[in-house]
């Protein structure tokens, strides 16, 4: 046999043995990689689990074994006690005519005002915006002297206008709004100025609608804000005929059940709770998916 040829079965043999090692080390980075995601998946959704699993429970299986994932005996005593002895189905009431309000307002408000500062030329803009990024950096907890200040100055407090006027607009979604009608080409609505159309109709009707995964995007923020929003309650109303389902579920958990636990009752209720905001999300994930690759196919 010649050199070359004893050169090249040497080589086969020396890279040979490389792909198994090469193999094994990428499927072990691999396993390790799913190992760890499903570790920090499980530690995220086991307090859940536990949530869910005490709402089926009875109050001494509850009381004596809390953590576990399995009621022993399986009770829907916690979901019955939430309807009839509490106040959740007004609170539930406030929380979804609060929240739909807000999101609404808060889609057509931001989409607005991101507009104006993205498309409009106007003297203080920039400092407009500026402003608008400083007010996302101000702790809400600084703000809640100011606001029940406010609110009672103006004769509003204690009552609906009080929960919706001064969340109805939000910092972040102008800034959401804004940083995407500026991705969109200008040579569109130059078109549309030239058929004639205004620039509210420009907006409405053709920058609008080329929006819908950032609008998308805004309502899921909005409305699982809105739901979820217990401070600002805490210094809009007191009366508990207007209390929403966060500032209800914080009175129960204050104590106003009297003695016991009642884990299954309280915890029903947080379960209750959570499937609207789980509910729009599933639904609206599926469109902003959608609409996102609608967007990367037009580009």
Request: aromatic share 12%; net charge positive; proline share 7%.
């Amino acid at each position: 046999m010649s050199a070359t040829g004893d050169r090249n079965v040497t080589s086969r043999t020396a890279t040979h043995p490389r792909r198994p090692m090469t193999e094994a080390r990428s499927l072990a980075s691999t396993f390790t990689g799913y190992a760890i995601l499903i570790f920090f998946a499980l530690v995220f959704l086991y307090p859940f689990v536990i949530q869910v699993a005490n709402a089926f429970k009875t109050d001494p299986d509850a009381a004596a074994s809390p953590l576990s994932p399995i009621p022993d005996p399986l009770s829907m005593g916690g979901f019955e006690r939430v309807f009839l002895g509490t106040d959740l189905p007004l609170w539930l009431g406030n929380s979804l005519l609060v929240t739909l309000v807000i999101t609404v307002g808060r889609v057509f408000l931001d989409s607005l005002a991101g507009y104006a500062l993205a498309r409009l030329r106007f003297r203080g803009r920039r400092t407009l915006f500026s402003a608008v990024v400083a007010v996302m950096a101000v702790p809400g907890v600084v703000l809640f002297i100011p606001k029940f200040l406010v609110l009672n100055q103006l004769g509003i407090y204690n009552s609906y206008t009080a929960l919706i006027v001064p969340v109805i607009a939000d910092a972040a979604g102008v800034f959401i709004m804004k940083q995407f009608f500026e991705s969109i080409p200008v040579s569109v609505e130059e078109a549309a100025r030239i058929d004639g159309a205004g620039v509210f109709r420009t907006f409405w009707s053709v920058v609008l609608p080329m929006a819908r995964p950032a609008l998308i995007t805004l309502t899921i923020i909005s409305f699982q804000g809105s739901w979820n929003e217990f401070p600002h309650t805490l210094v809009a109303v007191q009366d508990p005929s207007l209390f929403t389902l966060p500032r209800g579920l914080a009175d129960l958990v204050s104590g106003s059940l009297g003695a016991g636990t009642q884990y299954p009752l309280k915890l029903g209720a947080a379960v209750l709770a959570t499937i609207p905001v789980a509910i729009i999300f599933v639904v609206f994930q599926r469109y902003f998916i959608r609409g996102a690759n609608e967007g990367a196919e037009k580009g």
